[in-house]
């Protein structure tokens, strides 16, 4: 279908991002697709069983799409790795981004973005929102964290261009977040609406520089920050409802040629100040091609409803959604939708359960593993009585939208025989580290997993308590490495930058001695 012959409901359809619960087409997907021409689609977790199912529900949705529209659908996934992970079984479960720095170079970035952008093709996905291209420089940011390469600029624009590269290569369209940088924040923006301060010439930078980076080597997407950057906005305007950033700045300073994406416009930073519909259509004229709206399905109609409204009262001129579409439309008839629709799954199977990026994904992990300090407690040994204290793997963000049970304890009592293990929550009780402190009494060693813990610092209380009774603890962050932050005294510190199947086996590769933890902190601690 040409431009010129598209209904204004059919353009801004075009536009719009809609998410949708269940495993199969339902009646809000088809509706969204057939009675108001959306055109594109975000997946989750939640409409995930395994390879195959989703293989199946992408091939009825793009024919659905193809019958309805004439038009291919964007399907597109936070497949970020790590913890925000959506594919989780069948397929290769990759590291994050902070596990890749920490253990792997620009060739394992480039190799990350190819094996992942091959499986993503196979199984009918076209778009990918990752990398995380923020610069983590702040301890207490509680949703990007681990998500990011690190505090360093450069390398997080080396490693980005590079994944960016290798997913591109496949057809696979890579996205850049969150624009102009969520890494100096202390509110996550699911939550709450938040500002960065900084003046021009420390985000130029810091902040921008891996974007600006990444424009130069052809990224085809970049998403939007739900933050304010006082430096290039005055108004109180979050980065996506700002002209100012994501024309003035992204679309004309940076010269991005490429799709500008809001994040989810559901997210409290928008809806509790602005309300998703008319922040999208605030987002639109602020220079927004494709505006998420991820699981509501009265608020994606009543969000295209109110854009078409704004252009017919010419609040929006109908050129600003012309020029939109039509990037759109020049971008989807580069993705060969007809070669996935052609396809059987028998056809992709082997490229998407392949042994060899589930060995490549197994090494980074096992390189990232890193070793702060250690005053001779490790190896552990398999006869010794030890005590293991964790948290189980939980979603903390808004951005995990779950997380399958996953408790590195269960792992530690298979390869250790005399093993005792607790799980603690994220802010263990008066009561519960006062048993635990007891318990730890004459144990060879403890090993404290903590999850997050410089912002629960109840996790912080209950080692200084058992550090007080024994002395031989060896404590691991199952995410943000600045759990360590003034535990200098603890005699046996390690990293493992994410709480995943494939970091709990490289984890106990390391504390038994069977591999040598090689991985680097990307952030100062």
């Given at each position: 279908?040409?431009?010129?012959?598209?209904?204004?409901?059919?353009?801004?359809?075009?536009?719009?991002?809609?998410?949708?619960?269940?495993?199969?087409?339902?009646?809000?997907?088809?509706?969204?697709?057939?009675?108001?021409?959306?055109?594109?689609?975000?997946?989750?977790?939640?409409?995930?069983?395994?390879?195959?199912?989703?293989?199946?529900?992408?091939?009825?949705?793009?024919?659905?799409?193809?019958?309805?529209?004439?038009?291919?659908?964007?399907?597109?996934?936070?497949?970020?790795?790590?913890?925000?992970?959506?594919?989780?079984?069948?397929?290769?479960?990759?590291?994050?981004?902070?596990?890749?720095?920490?253990?792997?170079?620009?060739?394992?970035?480039?190799?990350?973005?190819?094996?992942?952008?091959?499986?993503?093709?196979?199984?009918?996905?076209?778009?990918?929102?990752?990398?995380?291209?923020?610069?983590?420089?702040?301890?207490?940011?509680?949703?990007?964290?681990?998500?990011?390469?690190?505090?360093?600029?450069?390398?997080?624009?080396?490693?980005?261009?590079?994944?960016?590269?290798?997913?591109?290569?496949?057809?696979?369209?890579?996205?850049?977040?969150?624009?102009?940088?969520?890494?100096?924040?202390?509110?996550?923006?699911?939550?709450?609406?938040?500002?960065?301060?900084?003046?021009?010439?420390?985000?130029?930078?810091?902040?921008?520089?891996?974007?600006?980076?990444?424009?130069?080597?052809?990224?085809?997407?970049?998403?939007?920050?739900?933050?304010?950057?006082?430096?290039?906005?005055?108004?109180?305007?979050?980065?996506?409802?700002?002209?100012?950033?994501?024309?003035?700045?992204?679309?004309?300073?940076?010269?991005?040629?490429?799709?500008?994406?809001?994040?989810?416009?559901?997210?409290?930073?928008?809806?509790?100040?602005?309300?998703?519909?008319?922040?999208?259509?605030?987002?639109?004229?602020?220079?927004?091609?494709?505006?998420?709206?991820?699981?509501?399905?009265?608020?994606?109609?009543?969000?295209?409803?109110?854009?078409?409204?704004?252009?017919?009262?010419?609040?929006?001129?109908?050129?600003?959604?012309?020029?939109?579409?039509?990037?759109?439309?020049?971008?989807?008839?580069?993705?060969?939708?007809?070669?996935?629709?052609?396809?059987?799954?028998?056809?992709?199977?082997?490229?998407?359960?392949?042994?060899?990026?589930?060995?490549?994904?197994?090494?980074?992990?096992?390189?990232?593993?890193?070793?702060?300090?250690?005053?001779?407690?490790?190896?552990?040994?398999?006869?010794?009585?030890?005590?293991?204290?964790?948290?189980?793997?939980?979603?903390?963000?808004?951005?995990?939208?779950?997380?399958?049970?996953?408790?590195?304890?269960?792992?530690?009592?298979?390869?250790?025989?005399?093993?005792?293990?607790?799980i603690i929550s994220l802010k263990p009780s008066e009561e519960q580290m006062e048993l635990?402190?007891?318990?730890?009494?004459?144990?060879?060693?403890?090993?404290i997993c903590t999850y997050n813990a410089n912002l629960n610092i109840e996790q912080i209380?209950?080692?200084?308590?058992?550090?007080?009774?024994?002395?031989?603890?060896?404590?691991?962050?199952?995410?943000?490495?600045y759990d360590v932050v003034n535990l200098d005294y603890i005699p046996c510190l390690i990293?493992?930058?994410?709480?995943?199947?494939?970091?709990?086996?490289?984890?106990?590769?390391?504390?038994?001695?069977?591999?040598?933890?090689?991985?680097?902190?990307?952030?100062?601690?």
């Open positions: 279908m040409k431009l010129e012959n598209m209904t204004l409901q059919q353009k801004i359809g075009q536009m719009l991002v809609a998410g949708f619960s269940g495993t199969e087409l339902n009646d809000h997907i088809i509706k969204a697709i057939r009675d108001y021409h959306i055109g594109n689609v975000i997946l989750f977790a939640r409409n995930f069983k395994n390879p195959k199912q989703l293989y199946n529900l992408n091939k009825e949705l793009q024919e659905l799409a193809l019958k309805e529209n004439g038009i291919p659908l964007f399907i597109t996934i936070d497949q970020e790795g790590g913890m925000v992970t959506r594919i989780t079984n069948g397929a290769t479960f990759f590291p994050g981004n902070m596990a890749l720095s920490a253990g792997g170079n620009e060739e394992d970035a480039y190799l990350y973005g190819k094996y992942c952008g091959e499986e993503l093709k196979a199984m009918g996905i076209n778009f990918n929102l990752a990398p995380v291209l923020d610069v983590n420089n702040n301890k207490d940011n509680p949703v990007i964290g681990i998500r990011s390469y690190g505090e360093d600029p450069e390398r997080v624009s080396r490693l980005g261009s590079a994944y960016i590269k290798g997913i591109q290569e496949n057809g696979i369209i890579a996205t850049g977040k969150h624009f102009p940088g969520h890494g100096d924040t202390k509110v996550d923006s699911h939550l709450e609406l938040s500002s960065v301060s900084h003046n021009v010439d420390r985000l130029e930078k810091v902040e921008l520089y891996p974007f600006n980076e990444a424009i130069k080597n052809g990224i085809k997407a970049i998403m939007s920050a739900h933050v304010m950057f006082p430096a290039y906005e005055d108004r109180k305007l979050p980065a996506t409802l700002s002209d100012k950033v994501l024309t003035d700045l992204l679309r004309n300073k940076l010269n991005f040629k490429g799709l500008i994406l809001t994040d989810c416009m559901e997210m409290n930073a928008i809806d509790k100040y602005f309300g998703t519909i008319e922040a999208a259509a605030m987002a639109v004229k602020a220079g927004a091609d494709m505006i998420f709206i991820s699981h509501t399905k009265e608020k994606q109609i009543e969000a295209l409803n109110r854009i078409m409204e704004k252009v017919e009262s010419k609040e929006i001129e109908e050129d600003r959604i012309n020029e939109s579409v039509r990037r759109i439309m020049e971008t989807k008839s580069k993705i060969h939708t007809e070669s996935f629709i052609n396809s059987s799954f028998k056809d992709v199977e082997h490229i998407i359960d392949n042994s060899e990026h589930k060995a490549f994904a197994q090494k980074i992990s096992n390189n990232s593993i890193t070793i702060v300090r250690d005053d001779k407690l490790l190896p552990v040994k398999a006869e010794e009585e030890i005590l293991i204290i964790s948290t189980n793997a939980q979603a903390i963000t808004g951005i995990e939208d779950s997380i399958e049970k996953r408790s590195i304890n269960d792992y530690f009592q298979i390869e250790f025989p005399n093993c005792d293990a607790e635990l402190k007891e318990k730890s009494k004459g144990k060879d060693k403890v090993i209380d209950l080692v200084n308590r058992i550090y007080k009774c024994n002395k031989n603890i060896i404590m691991i962050p199952m995410r943000n490495p990293l493992a930058y994410e709480y995943t199947p494939i970091s709990i086996k490289s984890l106990i590769k390391v504390v038994k001695g069977e591999i040598e933890a090689k991985g680097i902190c990307p952030v100062t601690l």
